[in-house]
């Protein structure tokens, strides 16, 4: 869809980008969904993240997707507000699969950033039920993971 002060055949100037939040997105009147001009950019994250850092060369783009896609279901929204994939393409990161917590410290404008799993130091991929535990201990302890929590058997 062009908009009409673009001239055919000519690039058209991107549209000036409201900064607001979400709350002015649902009660402003003139709000578009199809006119860029009325889109509003998310306010910045202010709570948990999640990063997940793999070696590209090893192609565990598809592992670190299914890891992001269980932790989200596990931990969704306000919980984790977002977790990001970064590929690694170099011989100092060859063979590196990291999962790093990273949340604001209130005390100070910084942000706390904790290693949670390291396939070199641990050795292999992180099992997700554990990875799922040492998150849950971070984020939301006491929270039941169902099957994913370790049981004690009985003998």
Known sequence: MEDASCAPGEPCAAPEVK???EQSLSTSSNYDPLNPATFVFPKPLQGTTITIEFCDRCRWLHRAAWTQTE????????????ISLIPRNSDETASRF??????PSEQVQSVSNTLVR???VEG??????????RLRD??????SLGHSDSHQTST
């Open 19 to 21: 900064q607001d939040s």
């Open 138 to 143: 971070k984020i939301q302890p006491g929270k």
């Open 71 to 82: 932790l989200l279901l596990t931990f969704p929204p306000p919980l984790i507000e977002c």
């Open 98 to 103: 990291r999962v790093w917590h990273s949340m």
């Open 118 to 120: 390291d396939r070199k």
């Open 124 to 133: 292999g991929f992180p099992e997700l039920k554990v990875l799922k535990q």
